[in-house]
């Protein structure tokens, strides 16, 4: 990339270097960069779900790493303990699964409602949002990858069978989560005195539980909703399936097998 002559140089009134491509100090964009406010960049939801996401996959990786079944040819000698390494790294992988795909949707599905109906309602006029490459990044890419991930390369369950608990399972994560943030925020705002996002500034307590409800309820519905596209594009397991592996668990446990 060429860079920049002293006649492509224009003055400005600001304290910034004219090379220098955006104003600091300042309230905008550099506060957001410096911010050493209670909670840092850990206020954000987006924040919060791009970590546990950056978790969930690095989780993945380390299982795929640990692997041996695909690499291991019949004359090559078994390595129990890596095997059972990486089988307890997948275990855990499908278990933040759980979490990270469902909330990262439903961030996808408030951050670009929102947006749609007032950007200025996500941030303040002084700090400028992404650039659409990276608002896609942050915002969308990880429910996508994600969801790719739970359908295609992910057991319908951690556990097998599935929970037949699942729907109150994830009715109890979503709750969890969503009241967590609430709380999160409130301990930040606090200590701060302002709130991460302006559209909590402009609702009410009552219209912000609200808020946190309708998210909750969100999350659910999107768990529900993989969970029955898992079905459609895997299938699943059947009620006599169930019952047959119950039953050898229990056979099992006592010593007795069919």
């Known amino acids: 990339m060429a860079s920049k002559t002293s006649a492509e140089i224009k003055p400005t009134s600001s304290r ?4 220098q491509r955006f104003d600091s100090p300042s309230k905008g964009f550099s506060g957001a960069v410096h911010s050493t406010s209670f909670g840092w960049h850990l206020q954000f939801l987006t924040i919060l779900g791009l970590s546990i996401s950056t978790l969930t996959f690095i989780v993945a990786l380390l299982a795929d790493l640990t ?5 291991q040819s019949p004359d ?3 390595d129990p303990p890596a095997a059972a390494f990486s089988s307890h790294l997948f275990r855990l ?9 469902p909330l990262e949707i439903t961030i996808s599905v408030l ?6 109906i007032d950007a200025k309602l996500l941030a303040s006029p002084e700090i400028p949002l992404p650039p659409v490459f990276f608002d896609i990044g942050f915002h969308l890419m990880p429910a996508i990858v994600l969801t790719v991930d739970y359908l295609l390369l992910s057991p319908p369950w951690p556990t097998t069978p599935m929970n037949e608990s699942a729907p109150m399972i994830t009715l109890a994560l979503s709750t969890i989560v969503a009241f967590s943030y609430w709380i999160w925020i409130e301990i930040c705002y606090s200590q701060n005195g302002f709130y ?5 500034q402009i609702l009410t307590t009552s219209q912000r539980v609200g808020l946190f409800v309708v998210s909750g309820v969100i999350m659910w519905v999107v768990g529900g909703g993989l969970r029955i596209a898992y079905a459609k594009v895997n299938g699943y397991e059947s009620v006599e399936h169930l019952d047959k592996v119950r039953r050898s668990k229990v056979m099992g446990g006592s010593g007795k097998w069919e």
């Open 16 to 19: 910034r270097h004219p090379l």
């Open 196 to 200: 991460p996002y302006p559209i909590f």
């Open 67 to 71: 692997s041996t079944a695909l690499a």
């Open 76 to 78: 090559m000698p078994s």
């Open 111 to 116: 951050y670009w409602t929102i947006k749609g």
């Open 93 to 101: 992988k499908n278990y933040l699964t759980l979490v990270a795909a």
